[in-house]
């Protein structure tokens, strides 16, 4: 076991050719090629297209599998969240320019906004969007303002109330609010949102939901620190 890990932390720095795996791991060049072999049969190495050594595909879908933290922690207080607004609920992450709803607790019956988890939406438009930019380096935010329903000075304004609130930013007859969650350190980790159809949420959301998500962003953040 030990050998084998000392390969697969080996492929894991750059790709290797045989020879770099046992220059690597002082391993007998027979036992590298051996294990190195071995894992590739399991998809734990493969080779790319010079033939070197590389992690496998199978590692990544091991990892998959295995619970997420931040969305273990949120999902109890989504729906808290949810039961308390009387909306939809949702926690979004940033993945470059798109936010991804990573977690959700749906309002059960009539009028709703419903995100299924997995949907990708622009980081352009509505809250949860401003907040994931609020707390965002503005370097990496460049093509993000080029089409963005909002601004820097805006976004400052996000930063220093705490929370964010749109209506139809992002579509027509929508409005949500959004707070971060943000780790022990302040580091942003996902915005978390409610959703749902203006005549209810109205023309001021944050004034009345802000409290409620703010609340949620702080349970889920206390929530990880336990874990």
């Known amino acids: ?12 720095g750059e790709p290797r050719t045989l020879a770099e795996l046992v220059e690597a791991t002082a391993l007998p060049r027979a036992t590298a090629h051996r294990l190195a072999v071995a894992l590739e049969v399991h998809r734990l190495l493969a080779r790319d297209g010079e033939g070197r050594f590389v992690l496998g595909a199978r590692l990544g879908e091991l990892a998959a599998a295995l619970p997420d933290p931040l969305v273990t922690a949120a999902e109890p207080i989504l729906a808290w969240v949810r039961d308390e607004c009387g909306e939809s609920a949702q926690l979004y992450r940033r993945d470059g320019n798109e936010r991804v709803c990573v977690a959700a607790a749906d309002r059960a019956t009539g009028l709703r906004t419903t995100v299924p988890v997995g949907s990708r939406l622009p980081l352009t438009a509505g809250s ?39 209506v139809g ?10 707070a971060p969650v943000r780790s022990a350190g302040g580091a942003l980790l996902a915005a978390i949102s409610i959703s749902g159809p203006i005549e209810r949420l109205g023309r001021t959301p944050g004034q009345r939901f802000a409290p409620v998500l703010v609340a949620g962003a702080r349970r889920i953040a206390a929530g990880l620190a336990r874990s």
Do not use: H, N, Y
């Open 1 to 12: 076991m030990d050998k084998t890990v000392a390969i697969l932390t080996a492929a894991a």
């Open 128 to 166: 949860g969007a401003q907040v994931l930019c609020a707390w965002s380096d503005p370097a990496t935010l460049a093509d993000v303002f080029a089409g963005s329903e909002f601004t820097p000075r805006s976004l400052a304004d996000v930063r220093r109330r705490g929370w964010a609130q749109s």
């Open 169 to 178: 930013q992002r579509e027509a007859g929508v409005a949500s609010v959004s």
